[in-house]
C-alpha cells in the first residue's frame, strides 16, 4: 500500500468511526400514519440529546405496524387501534391521547348534536338537518373505510350498540374528507383534531353540549377520542423503555404536534 | 485472420444470445409468478373460506369485517363507469383521430399531435383532483345536487383519460390504408364524407376496434382518479348521479388495512383476480380483431 492511500484509509476511518462506535442502539417504528408526527418530532429530539442513538420512523398504517412488531421486523408498532385478541407476546404501551370531532359543512346550521342524534344521521334515520336543530338542508353523509382506525373510533365511542352504517359517500384520508365536508352543502363527516382544528370552510361539532376541545377531551366531558399506543414484542430492552419513556413525558413535543399526554387525562379509557 | 474474428463473432453471439434468452426468461417467470400469485390468492376466498363464487359475483352485501363479500356493487360500478368512457371517449377519439389523418392540414395536426401526446403523460392523480375541485362541484350545479360525486363524473374524467390512447390508434390505423382506396374512391366520384364512412373506416375497422379496446383496459384498470370522483359508496347504481363504488377504487380504500389471512383480505384479492381475467379477456379480443385483419 502506498503511503498517500494509507494515508486516505486512516483519514476515511476517522470519518467514519464517530457514528460507527457511538451509534451502537438502533430502533426502528413504524405503522399508524396518526401517530407518526409525535413518534418522529419525539425522535428527533431524542437523537439530538443521545448522539449514540439512531432511530428510523416510518408509516404503512395501524395495522401494518402491528403485523411488523409480531413479526419482529421492527422494534415498536404503531398503532390507533387495540392489537386483536389472540396476538402473543405484544406488550401495549399507551403514549397518547388523540381526539377526533364531528365536521359539518355550515350549511346543515348546527353547532352541536346529541350521541342519539349522531347515530340518527349516521344510520340514514334523519336525512335532513331541520330536523334536528338545523336548517331545511339535505345530509350528505361521508364515511370513511370499513378498515380505517379513525372509523373504528367513531363506531366504539359514539355509535353504542350500531356495529354496521349503511353505505354512503366514502373517503379514505383525513385531508379529502375535511375538503368534501367544506365543499359540499349539508355535508357531514369526522376526523382527527389535527385535521379539523384549523380547517376552513368546516365547522367542529359539540357532542352532548360538549365542544371539540382538548380541555374536554382531558376532563372526559367530551367521548370522542382514542388511546395511541406503541407496541413492543415481548417487554421493552432498556434502550426502547428510555425512549418510550422519554416521548411520553416530552411536554414541549405535545404541545407542537397536538396531541394529548396521558397525564393530562383525568378519565380513561372505562370511563370515558 | 479471418478465421479468428469469425469465431470472435461467434462467441459474440454465442454470449447475446444467452443475455437476451435470459432475460426473457426472467420476464416470463416474474408474469408467471404475479399471475400464479393472483390466481392462489384470489380463489382463496372460494377455496379456504368457502364462500361462495356466485355470492360474491352476483352479491350486494358488503361488509368487510362482517364475512359478506358480495362484490356485485364493484363490478356494476367498474362495467358502468367504463361504458360511459366508451360512449363518450370512443366516438369522439375516433373522430379525432379521423381528423388528423385525412382532414388536418399538415401544420394543424403537427401543433395538436404533441399536446395530445402531452394528455397521456399527466398523472392520473392530477386527473382526479381536477375532476374532484372542479367536475364535481359543476355537476352539483348543474343538477342542483348537494354533492356531484359519482358515475357521470367518473365516467367524463374516465372518457378524456383514454382518448389519447383511442385517438393516437385509430390514425395509426387509418394510415395505413393504402391510398390507392381513397384514390379508387374519388375517381368513382364519391365525396370526402363518403370516403371517410363508407371505405376507410370499414377498411381500418379491426384497428379502430383494438384503439377502443385498449380505451376499455385502460378505464377498467384506472384506480386513482376514479376513487376521487365515484363517491365510494357500495350501492348497485340506479342513477348516473348518485354515488358508487367500483372494483379497483374498493381495492385501494382497503387493501392496507383488511388484515392479513382474513375473508377480508381474501375477497379484495379476488376482486384483483377478476380485474385480471377482465384484462386477459380483452387482449384476448384484441387477438381476434388483428387476426381477422391480417
Known sequence: MSRSARLAAIALAAAIAPSAAFADTSISAAGSTALQPLVQAAADEYQQKNSDVKISVTGGGSRTGLSLVSSKAVDLGDSDILAPDGTNGLVDHKVAVIGFSVVVNPAAGVKGLSKKQVQDIFTLKVTNWKDVGGKDQQITVINRPASSGTRAVFMKTLMGSIDTLPPTLTEDATGTVVQKVAQTAGAVSYASFSGTHNASGVSELAIDGAAATEDNVMTGKYPFWSYEHIYTNGPPSKDIAKFIAFLQEDTAVFKKTGYIQIRDMKVTENNR | ?294
Request: with cysteine.
Open chain 2, 1 to 294: 485472420m479471418v478465421g479468428v474474428r469469425a469465431s470472435k463473432a461467434h462467441r459474440d453471439e454465442g454470449i447475446a444470445l444467452v443475455v437476451l434468452m435470459s432475460c426473457s426468461a426472467l420476464f416470463v417467470i416474474a408474469i408467471a409468478l404475479i399471475l400464479g400469485f393472483l390466481a392462489f390468492n384470489g380463489t382463496r376466498l372460494f377455496w379456504g373460506d368457502h364462500y361462495s363464487p356466485l355470492k360474491f359475483l352476483f352479491g350486494t352485501d358488503w361488509d368487510g369485517f362482517g364475512g359478506h363479500y358480495g362484490a356485485a356493487t364493484f363490478i356494476a360500478g367498474s362495467l358502468v363507469a367504463t361504458g360511459m368512457a366508451i360512449a363518450i371517449g370512443g366516438p369522439l377519439g375516433v373522430a379525432i383521430g379521423v381528423f388528423f389523418s385525412e382532414l388536418a392540414p399538415k401544420r394543424v395536426a403537427t401543433a395538436f399531435k404533441p399536446a395530445i401526446e402531452v394528455l397521456v403523460g399527466i398523472p392520473s392523480v392530477v386527473y382526479g383532483w381536477l375532476g374532484l375541485t372542479l367536475l364535481v362541484p359543476a355537476i352539483a350545479t348543474v343538477f342542483h345536487l348537494p354533492d356531484g360525486d359519482g358515475l357521470l363524473a367518473a365516467g367524463i374524467v374516465l372518457s378524456i383519460m383514454i382518448l389519447p390512447t383511442v385517438i393516437s390508434l385509430s390514425e395509426d390505423a387509418l394510415r395505413v390504408v393504402p391510398n390507392s382506396l381513397r384514390e379508387g374512391s374519388a375517381a368513382l366520384g364519391a365525396t370526402r364524407w363518403e370516403t371517410i364512412t363508407k371505405v376507410l373506416l370499414p377498411s381500418a375497422s379491426s384497428g379502430i376496434a383494438v384503439a377502443v379496446i385498449l380505451g376499455v383496459a385502460r378505464a377498467i384498470g384506472e384506480t386513482l382518479a376514479v376513487q376521487l370522483v365515484l363517491g365510494n359508496a357500495a350501492i348497485l347504481p340506479t342513477s348516473l348521479l348518485k354515488p358508487a363504488a367500483a372494483l379497483t377504487s374498493e381495492i385501494v380504500m382497503d387493501m392496507g388495512d383488511a388484515p392479513d389471512g382474513s375473508g377480508f383480505k381474501h375477497a379484495l384479492f379476488a376482486m384483483a383476480f377478476l380485474l385480471l381475467l377482465i384484462s386477459m379477456g380483452l387482449i384476448l379480443l384484441i387477438r381476434l380483431a388483428l387476426r381477422r385483419r391480417t
